[in-house]
T-cell receptor, first 113, second 113 residues
């Protein structure tokens, strides 16, 4: 079945550093892939998505490219800010199960000034 | 449009008590999902409603958990009796497509002491 493996945290970076959070997946078919973010005290927000191979999802300076050959969907940002401190989750739908999502374990990011 | 609303935002109860969580989806969204995150682990699916019907309840941990969605509008998730391991954050989401990438509420943080 579908599964997702996400880089463990916590990750601590200085402001303006480059960020990569790794996410790899196994999947039946070619599902959409998602990154969600949970800021402190808030709910889960959809950060970006990609619906097919080689698609690049982007939002708020974050990017992730759907790589079929490496089964990866790594999250990147060129210059992080303190306000990016949050928990990031990689996710994909379970094959043929109506929108049910599988999430990675979450990566906590802390950005220091 | 109003987002997915969950309440209470926090609940602290004693072991053995009953708690009811509520989720108000975005108006017109037939699909409603419940998830939870326990002890900083990955977010796990609990169940999926399509309108008032339970489409998939494979993630419900045991029969102490009861979810309802009367009239296909808001949903409740009751835990009775609560156990210590039920502590965590319970998220609700809704959408129209049933394909993932949906909007979540802010979650209810449940603490069982």
């Amino acid at each position: 079945g579908n599964s997702v493996t996400q880089m463990e945290g916590p990750v601590t970076l200085s402001e303006e550093a480059f960020l990569t959070i790794n996410c790899t997946y196994t999947a039946t078919g070619y599902p959409s892939l998602f990154w969600y973010v949970q800021y402190p005290g808030e709910g889960l927000q959809l950060l970006l998505k990609a619906t097919k191979a080689d698609d690049k999802g982007s939002n708020k300076g974050f990017e992730a490219t759907y790589r079929k050959e490496t089964t990866s969907f790594h999250l990147e940002k060129g210059s992080v800010q303190v306000s990016d401190s949050a928990v990031y989750f990689c996710a994909l739908p379970v094959y043929n199960q109506g929108g049910k999502l599988i999430f990675g374990q979450g990566t906590e990011l802390s950005v220091k000034p | 449009e109003a987002g997915v609303t969950q309440f209470p935002s926090h609940s602290v109860i004693e072991k053995g008590q009953t708690v009811t969580l509520r989720c108000d989806p975005i108006s017109g969204h037939d699909n409603l999902y419940w998830y939870r995150r326990v002890m900083g682990k990955e977010i796990k699916f609990l169940l999926h409603f399509v309108k008032e019907s339970k489409q998939d309840e494979s993630g419900m941990p045991n029969n102490r958990f009861l979810a309802e969605r009367t009239g296909g509008t808001y949903s409740t998730l009751k835990v009775q009796p609560a156990e210590l391991e039920d502590s965590g954050v319970y998220f609700c989401a809704s959408d129209t497509t049933g394909r993932g990438g949906y909007t979540f509420g802010s979650g209810t943080r449940l603490t069982v002491v």
